[in-house]
């Protein structure tokens, strides 16, 4: 009887034993999926270069160039024509192909934090930039939070809408020159 006893007693004790244990370690739960807030980079670049951000971009290079040729600066005014031409090419690539818009993101950077929280993701990126995909990793529209802060009109939201039904130019096979005034 008494080694009975023992032997209940001694399966208790390595049933509490483990039950204790198993409350140390650490959580077996599945981990939690990635998401990744994707956007589309020309919608973002349409609705900065009608914004009033680039607007004060612009005027200024405008102004800069108008009071060079005041002081008849022809370098000067060839070198900021050069730089507007350039401004402009770049946001063709960005607007109707999938060109980088690092440059477009810095005036709202701040703000890409509130964005990604509020859109419940961890990671913010170009649709245009995803190679891969691993199973289990959610993907999130956020093309319509990273607009918003540029404050597109009705006007450039139609158009945006108009070019996200529409596939990206080529950046390597499209005549980019064929634009040029």
């Known amino acids: 009887m008494l080694a009975r006893s023992v032997s209940s007693l001694s399966i208790a004790l390595v049933l509490a034993a483990a039950a204790v244990g198993s409350c140390l370690l650490p959580s077996m739960d599945a981990p939690r999926a990635v998401k990744v807030g994707v956007y589309d980079s020309r919608a973002v670049a349409v609705a900065f270069a009608h914004s009033a951000q680039n607007r004060a971009v612009l005027e200024d290079l405008m102004r800069r160039r108008d009071e060079a040729k005041k002081s008849n600066a022809t370098a000067e005014v060839g070198a900021l024509e050069a730089r507007g031409a350039a401004l402009q090419e ?77 596939e990206p130019l080529s950046l390597y096979e499209h005549d980019w020159d064929a634009h040029r005034h």
């Open 90 to 166: 770049r946001l063709h690539r960005q607007g109707f192909s999938t060109a980088s818009i690092a440059d477009i993101l810095k005036p709202i950077e701040a703000q890409l934090p509130a964005i990604a929280q509020a859109a419940g993701v961890d990671v913010l990126m170009s649709k245009w930039d995803v190679a891969y995909r691993a199973e289990g990793v959610e993907f999130v529209d956020v093309t319509s939070a990273m607009i918003a802060p540029f404050a597109p009109t009705d006007q450039v939201r139609t158009m945006i809408d108009s070019l996200l039904e529409q």
